[in-house]
């Protein structure tokens, strides 16, 4: 053997002392993995347990970025738009000539930008200026009419009670209680606490301030996100390329598409057939003369967001607002509601939203209860979506794990303890896009 085979053999190498880079590369593997995983340990247990450090980081780094994630959330919902403008106004012949004759210098991202926020800005002074003045006028009128309200109520419960001596007892009992322990937290609780309410006060008109400081500049994060929305898209695949392998980084890009689809299409529907309901809800409660118009617009409009329990969150208080001034009208207005509701369900909203979740009806409810009971109202919203997004991810591991066992993927072969073969249409529908062009191209 000469010299040079000798040298190069990893056997004498290792005998020599020479150390070994596969082993080497090995135990850093295992180091690394380990030193993840006590890591994860430790944060899992301060989070439960500690002092919620992660937690504390978490919440300080959302603050931080709070400008660019409204400019990211504006950015997102008026892309298409921009891409309206774009198509109408500089696709064509006459669109390229009026960009290169009227405006050399301005291109045609930052053009269809402005025209965008022109838009939007006409639009909020339109609806501000039409619905504000007349919101404020049922406010007023609202509270010009609670002494009556309040005698109405007055004398309801006063009739209740006189034909009911049980319930007056009862009544007077509750009402007894309620009287002393509103006097001991008035004496133990509020006066004690009347500094930290002015401090509250206070603190919100600093957070208030705060918040219009971050929407101005979320709106200039969202202008420069929309003119390099192309060029931020190809930062974040090239990130996905460089960190995994190709095969990966596909199914990675196809499930951030996939993701996109379904929160664009339930978020910019939602919001868009909303406004729809809250509009239309204005000019048939007009029509009707039903009393507050313009304040019980705003509530099915702004509570119609809400999948499924949105109409019931806006009808049941608008419902009792107008109760009090007619119950005859009440009843008519309950009519409307579901006449309306109808219509969204059945017309407007398969037409706007159409099927972009592929949730069933008890997974909706599950995702607005559980998403609910952890954010609110945001989580209301958006938890549909994000279990559309995970009933989407594990629908298409479910299936390709049968793929390779080579067992039927359609629910129905599953009718039974022992699945039935797939149709030859569900066959054919099932089979991969690369089998079908070999198929096609000889």
């Not at 010299?3 to 005998?15: C, G, L």
């Not at 400081?213 to 994060?221: D, E, F, R, T």
């Amino acid at each position: 053997m000469r010299t040079n085979d000798r040298e190069a053999d990893p056997k004498i190498k290792q005998r020599r002392g020479v150390p070994d880079t596969k082993r080497k590369n090995t135990y850093v593997k295992l180091g690394l993995t380990m030193f993840l995983t006590v890591g994860a340990i430790l944060l899992g247990y301060d989070t439960l347990f500690g002092h919620r450090v992660l937690v504390a980081l978490l919440t300080k780094l959302m603050t931080a970025v709070a400008p660019v994630l409204y400019g990211a959330m504006m950015a997102y919902l008026l892309s298409p738009v921009v891409n309206f403008f774009e198509n109408l106004l500089f696709s064509n012949a006459k669109g390229r000539l009026w960009k290169r004759g009227i405006f050399p210098a301005v291109g045609a991202r930052s053009v269809s930008i402005l025209m965008t926020w022109v838009l939007v800005c006409a639009f909020l002074y339109v609806l501000a200026s039409v619905l504000l003045p007349e919101v404020y006028r049922s406010i007023l009128q609202l509270g010009g009419n609670l002494e009556n309200y309040y005698n109405t109520i007055y004398g309801w419960m006063e009739h209740l009670l006189e034909t009911n001596p049980d319930l007056e007892h009862w009544v007077m009992e509750q009402l007894n209680i309620s009287y002393q322990n509103m006097n001991t937290w008035l004496r133990d609780t509020l006066l004690p606490q009347a500094q930290q309410l002015m401090s509250a006060v206070s603190g919100g008109v600093v957070s208030l301030l705060v918040f219009l400081k971050n929407l101005l500049v979320g709106i200039i994060v969202s202008v420069y996100l929309m003119a390099t929305k192309e060029l931020c898209g190809a930062q974040a695949r090239r990130i996905v390329y460089s960190v995994t392998n190709r095969t990966n980084a596909g199914w990675i890009v196809r499930g951030v598409h996939k993701a996109d689809d379904i929160f664009s299409g339930f978020v910019r529907g939602k919001l868009l057939d909303s406004l729809i309901i809250g509009i239309l809800c204005f000019v048939g409660c007009s029509l009707f003369k039903f009393p507050y118009t313009p304040l019980v617009s705003v509530f099915v409009g702004v509570t119609n967001v809400i999948p499924f329990f949105g109409p019931f969150l806006g009808a049941i208080p608008s419902t009792l607002l107008i109760l009090l001034a007619s119950p005859r009208k009440a009843l008519y207005f309950v009519l409307f509601v579901l006449a309306l509701q109808q219509l969204d369900g059945n017309v407007i909203g398969p037409k706007i939203l159409g099927d972009k979740t592929g949730l069933s009806s008890l997974g909706v409810i599950v995702a607005i209860l559980v998403g609910g009971s952890f954010f609110g109202v945001a989580g209301m919203f958006f938890g549909v979506p994000v279990f559309a997004c995970a009933n989407c991810l594990i629908t298409f591991l479910v299936e390709s794990c049968l793929r390779r066992r080579e067992m039927p993927v359609s629910v129905a072969a599953y009718a039974s303890d022992i699945p039935a073969a797939d149709t030859p249409g569900e066959q054919e529908k099932e089979m991969p896009k690369a089998e079908e062009k070999n198929g096609n191209n000889p």
